[in-house]
């Protein structure tokens, strides 16, 4: 366990930590703080601490007033929650007048919230938010790059989006890693194939091209942490010089990571390529291994991907 930890409890650290070094820094819950981890914050910084309830609309208005007021707020929830309940709120209330400077980061994303079920589970969010004008969609693998995605995200001004992992997760980035916004890492060079992952499914994208290493197959692994802006210089890069594409990610396969690449390529230059995701069908109850297992979202089933591409 000394190279795993939640990405959620790194986000709960990063941020009282931020709120240490910039008193501007705010942050909201929907009584849910225990669970996201902001509690941390509440407990450093009562003043600058507001829990609404269960009101998840009222959470981004009353953010969007923060932010109009000068404050740098962090108004988080559950992804069910913030991005699907709260939307039109998101959209009319944040990005619609200017695109103001709020940062919503929603925990429990994908299937590894568990066996809350498929009511629980967003698998939609990513698609919702990188289709908002202004917004800014970060997506970290790990906990040391949450906690990076924090502190970058306070110095975008603007929107911005963090989708936080549940689970205890390995870390696979360090203190040195370098993190930039719009730019994706390519965590290990390859010349057969191009796998592009992101979120926790970076480490199954590593653990897969390990395996095929031995099998003599030489695959790309490329950490997406920012899905908007995309970084579409590197998208081009690896599918110009391996001319097949993997995306891998705990979403939708419909308007997720999947979905970006296949933008990109399509316009500027068509390969094969592979989308590996939720394929349009809701989550249901389950332990996260259980779930990633059902879903495919496992090393096996990006090796098998691979090796059909190729």
Do not use: C, W
């Given at each position: 366990m000394e190279n795993m930890k939640s990405p959620r409890l790194a986000y709960g650290e990063a941020l009282a930590e931020l709120g240490e070094k910039n008193e501007k820094v705010v942050a909201l819950d929907a009584d849910?703080?225990?669970?996201?981890?902001?509690?941390?914050?509440?407990?450093?910084?009562?003043s600058r601490f507001f829990n609404v309830g269960i009101a998840e609309q009222n959470l981004?208005?009353?953010?969007?007033?923060?932010?109009?007021?000068?404050?740098?707020?962090?108004?988080?929830?559950?992804?069910?929650?913030?991005?699907?309940?709260?939307?039109e709120q998101i959209r009319n209330t944040i990005c619609y007048p200017n695109a103001l400077n709020v940062k919503i980061v929603l925990t429990h994303a994908g299937i590894t919230?568990?066996?809350d079920g498929g009511s629980h589970q967003a698998v939609e969010d990513i698609s919702l938010m990188r289709s908002l004008p202004g917004m800014t969609v970060l997506v970290p693998c790990d906990a040391i790059e949450t906690k990076k995605?924090?502190?970058?995200?306070?110095?975008?001004?603007?929107?911005?989006?963090?989708?936080?992992?549940?689970?205890?997760?390995?870390?696979i980035t360090n203190?040195?890693?370098?993190f930039e916004p719009g730019r994706a890492n390519v965590m290990r060079k390859g010349s057969d194939v191009a796998i592009f992952a992101t979120g926790l499914m970076v480490a199954k994208a590593l653990e897969a091209a390990a395996e095929l290493e031995k099998e003599g197959i030489s695959a790309s692994v490329v950490n997406v942490h920012t899905i908007k802006p995309l970084d579409a210089e590197t998208v081009l890069k690896e599918a110009a010089r391996?001319?097949?594409?993997?995306?891998?990610?705990?979403?939708?396969?419909i308007g997720g990571l999947g979905s970006a690449v296949a933008e990109i390529l399509i316009e500027n230059m068509p390969v094969r390529m592979k989308r590996i995701g939720i394929s349009d069908v809701f989550g249901q109850s389950g332990t996260p291994d259980e779930l990633l297992e059902y879903?495919?979202?496992?090393?096996?089933?990006?090796?098998?991907?691979?090796?059909?591409?190729?």
């Open positions: 849910l703080a225990h669970a996201t981890q902001t509690a941390i914050f509440a407990e450093r910084f009562k981004m208005g009353v953010a969007a007033g923060l932010a109009l007021s000068g404050f740098i707020p962090f108004a988080s929830t559950f992804a069910i929650f913030g991005a699907g309940r709260a939307f919230v568990g066996e995605a924090v502190f970058a995200a306070s110095n975008i001004d603007g929107p911005v989006y963090i989708r936080i992992a549940r689970p205890v997760a390995p870390i203190e040195d890693h370098n391996t001319k097949k594409v993997i995306t891998v990610e705990e979403h939708s396969v879903y495919g979202l496992t090393g096996e089933n990006i090796i098998k991907a691979v090796k059909d591409i190729l």
